[in-house]
């Protein structure tokens, strides 16, 4: 089993920077597609990022058209984290974001994601 625990979110003024941290527990996730999603009052979870990893030649990160240029995801295998910068932060960015990890399946389908945290609040103020 793999806990996973976010932190960093808060509420911010559009144009603000939130970075967004995801502690994994109980075994390493090196070899797991991290990603980020979020879910917004009233509509369905989407994609935010992802970030793969392979060895010798580092992580493979792909994001969603919303966040691409503003939002970067990075890991630390040696810490057993992943995180998200979040910048130039949009009211439409406000929701409750969730880390969650894959052992294999589409980076962007949620469904596929075998372990998730509770997630971590950000509200964007206009």
């Known amino acids: 089993q793999v806990q996973l625990v976010e932190s960093g979110g808060g509420l911010v003024q559009a144009g603000g920077s939130l970075r967004l941290s995801c502690a994994a527990s109980g075994r390493t996730v090196s070899n797991y597609v991290m990603g980020w999603f979020r879910q917004a009052p009233g509509k369905e979870r989407e994609f935010v990022a992802a970030i793969s990893w392979i060895r010798w030649s580092g992580g493979l990160t792909y994001y969603a058209d919303s966040v691409k240029g503003r939002f970067t995801i990075s890991r630390d295998n040696d810490r057993n984290t992943v995180n998200l910068q979040m910048n130039s932060l949009k009211p439409e960015d406000t929701a409750v974001y969730y880390c969650?990890?894959?052992?294999?399946?589409?980076?962007?389908?949620?469904?596929?994601?075998?372990?998730w945290g509770q997630g971590t609040q950000v509200t964007v103020s206009s």
């Open positions: 969650a990890a894959q052992a294999s399946g589409s980076y962007y389908k949620g469904d596929e994601y075998d372990f």
